[in-house]
């Protein structure tokens, strides 16, 4: 039988079954050391030992896995002056490199933005780098397109 490729996806946290979420939880409790033990981290998150060693190696916060990646995302905000610029300064906070950004003719006032960016080892939460521009007046969506 061939040998299948690793896909990845990216979805939000609302579309996460709760116990990956559980399996995250108790992972970061390991890493900080507010558990000691598998058993411990599992018991204080309500999950399975065999749970918790299923999903371990499957399920990570985005921003684990993406520094020394690029990142590409499709952002459609206002047609606005300014708005461009707000958006490149939260990514300048936080420390990601911008490699290239693309925007469309706007439509009916809605401009879409592509635009890429290089995860470096300096580079602060990318989730919340995300969060930081959804929530930016004028944003109407921000999709993250790929991650290389």
Known sequence: M???K?????VKQKAVPE???KVVEAKRLLESER???VQDATDQVGISRSSFYKYK???FPFYDNT???TVTFVVQMDDEQGLLSDLLHVVA???ANILTIHQSIPVNGVAMITLSVEVKSDTG???RMVEEIEETKGIHSVKILARE
Do not use: M, R, W
């Open 125 to 127: 939460n990318v989730s």
């Open 2 to 4: 061939a040998e299948e």
């Open 93 to 95: 906070v936080y420390k």
């Open 67 to 69: 520094k020394g990646k």
């Open 19 to 21: 116990v990956l979420l």
């Open 35 to 37: 558990a000691l033990t």
């Open 57 to 59: 190696d499957d399920i």
């Open 6 to 10: 690793c896909k990845y996806f990216v």
